[in-house]
């Protein structure tokens, strides 16, 4: 054991990182070369001196509190803060500190690793993942996450929004006449006329090449009709581009949220359909009606044949696409995927029934059926794991977790065998009973999946707090990351998370040779893509599987 300062000096001499000795009235007793050079200082300017002779007084006082707790308690406490050093650079740190005893006194013993970059770099992969590149506005997934909380709000009772969808009247011509330059510096400059119409506390954003959308909170004294036509004047006030002045309009579809909005995608498709009515006469702005959604009457139709396939189970069935393990290849799972089939309206796409199912409560009686089925097909199949996509609205039920469990106990599958695919936003905007029905099945044995991954900074305390066992990346991600460098950053930035936290990384969307390598080389676990299989129906599960049974063709040449 050491207890004298010049056998810990030679050692400290040696670490790779920062070390510091202090005492217990907080005076420098040592620091090493590293430290020295960190801090841009030599020992001597340093060594002697106390806390409050070197640093701001507020910092010299939250770091000798700090010594006194390791010095209390006698135990290693890490810290991460944001400093000025002595050279008035603002700095992140990341300290550990432990007691040490030198000539029978307590002293603390720290490391410091500068982890400066490393935030800033987190920092702007964050601001990435969630803005427009070209206009620094919200781009889609940012709106999505935000509608998803404003349609949670309104249901609660809380304060009701609107969300307004745009899209530019003539900008091809500004493209095509004074060149791209000139339209992008277009769209900065309505995204900033945009910007400067609401309050810091709305949303804007750009969703498309020249498509905007705004997310309005309504206090009481909105008047969406006034602002709808300020956004048409802007739009017509004349725009200084390079060299030249452009003019445009634009049209605009307003749909309101209140206590009766459901889904987000539902929402979106509503303005999208105002917005539609719009341009058939440019410059102007509809408000969205169920009398002007010309497709209300076939998903009314939609929804009397879903409940009746609910009731018979005629025609729904369950597809199955496989998850591979990057390193070799190998399936290690299946993700069940609901597909409809009606005598009269033929293939239904997912995305419309489920999207109606959310709509008119029939959603809970949909996810049961396919997650029974799917665990019963599965079951048999030791080796594999199931995942079943989860809807926010599932969430919102207190009866989830029980009918989870009661499935698992029927099929007689074990709890690990089961993902829940879960969307991010859904987690982000979870409330207290949806965290305690979730962390309920975790206990229970059954993993959860956050499903399109790709703003995951702003959830990593509930990534924590849930102890979730994958991610997954997001297709758009996915697809773009070999050529877009944006998306390069985000999809290494979301693996480096998730080893950090021991979490399983999932690429989905995997089309082509080149996204699969560079996902691999990411570090990403897990990849799933018509790369390797479409979604096949029950009985071709085995065939699928037969063709992975050897080092599959796009691994063997490795």
């Given amino acids: 054991m050491i207890h004298d300062l010049g056998t810990w000096s030679k050692v400290l001499e040696l670490m790779p990182t920062a070390m510091f000795v202090r005492d217990a009235s907080h005076r420098w007793v040592f620091v090493n070369r590293i430290g020295c050079e960190n801090m841009g200082v030599a020992a001597t300017d ?20 700090g010594d006194d707790a390791v010095l209390r308690s006698h135990e290693v406490v890490e810290t991460e803060e944001t400093i000025t050093d ?16 030198l000539d029978g006194l307590p002293h603390v013993l720290a490391s410091v690793t500068d982890i400066t970059e490393l935030r800033e770099s987190e920092a702007q992969v964050r601001w990435l993942a969630c803005h427009d590149a070209l206009t620094g506005l919200a781009n889609r997934t940012a709106l999505f996450g935000k ?10 009772g809380g304060v009701h929004s609107a969300l307004l969808y745009l899209d530019l009247d003539g900008f091809k011509r500004v493209n095509d006449t004074y060149g791209h330059q000139a339209g992008d510096e277009l769209l900065v400059q309505f995204g900033t006329r945009l910007r400067a119409l609401v309050r810091a506390s709305d949303t804007v954003a750009r969703i498309g ?48 949220i209140d206590a009766d909005a459901v889904a987000a995608g539902e929402m979106a498709r509503k ?23 010309s497709s209300l009457v076939h998903r009314r139709e939609v929804e009397v044949a879903l409940r009746e396939a609910l009731r018979t189970g005629e025609g729904l069935d369950c597809h199955y696409q496989p998850l591979v393990r990057a390193s070799d290849g190998k399936v290690i799972g299946l993700e069940a995927l609901a597909r409809w089939r009606h005598p009269r309206l033929g293939a239904v796409p997912p995305v419309q029934f489920v999207a109606v199912a959310e709509e008119t409560g029939l959603i809970g009686h949909l996810g049961e059926w396919i997650l029974r089925r799917a665990c019963a097909r599965l079951a048999p199949l030791a080796d594999l794991f199931v995942a079943v996509n989860v809807s926010a609205v599932q969430l919102r039920d207190d009866r989830f977790a029980d009918t989870v469990l009661d499935v698992l106990a029927s099929a007689g599958m074990p ?41 995951g900074y702003s959830s990593l305390t509930l990534l924590k707090d849930l102890d979730v ?17 944006d998306s390069a950053a ?37 990849l799933q893509g018509f790369l390797f299989s479409e979604a096949v129906p029950e009985d071709r599960i085995e065939r699928v599987l037969g063709q992975f049974s050897a080092p599959d063709a796009v691994y063997s040449a490795e």
């Fill in 46 to 65: 340093v060594v002697g001196k106390r806390d409050d002779e070197l640093f701001p007084p507020d910092q010299a006082a939250r770091f000798a509190a």
């Fill in 86 to 101: 002595l050279h008035g650079r603002v700095r992140t740190l990341l300290t550990r500190k432990t007691c040490i005893d």
């Fill in 147 to 156: 509608l998803d909380a404003a349609i949670a709000r309104a249901a609660g």
């Fill in 209 to 256: 090449g020249d498509e905007f959308a705004l997310l309005v909170d309504d206090d009481g004294d909105l008047d969406v009709r006034d602002l709808a036509e300020r956004i048409l004047v802007l739009a017509n006030t004349p725009f200084d581009v390079p060299a030249n002045t452009a003019f445009i309009g634009t049209s605009v579809g307003i749909v309101a």
């Fill in 271 to 293: 303005a999208d359909s105002a917005l539609y009515e719009a341009k058939r006469g440019r410059n102007r702005y509809v408000i969205y009606t169920d009398e002007l959604d």
């Fill in 415 to 455: 709890a690990h065998r089961l993902e829940l695919e879960i969307t991010e936003t859904a987690i982000v905007n979870a409330d207290a009973s949806t965290v305690r029905l979730l962390r309920r099945l975790r206990r229970a044995g059954v993993r959860i999946s956050l499903d399109d991954f790709g703003t």
């Fill in 469 to 485: 066992d994958k991610v997954k990346i997001d297709r758009s991600f996915v697809q773009m990351a070999p050529t877009a460098d």
């Fill in 490 to 526: 985000i999809v290494r930035a979301v693996s480096n998370l998730g080893a950090a936290l021991g979490l399983c990384v999932v690429a989905e969307g995997v089309e082509t040779e080149q996204q699969r390598v560079f996902l691999r080389e990411a570090g990403c676990d897990e």
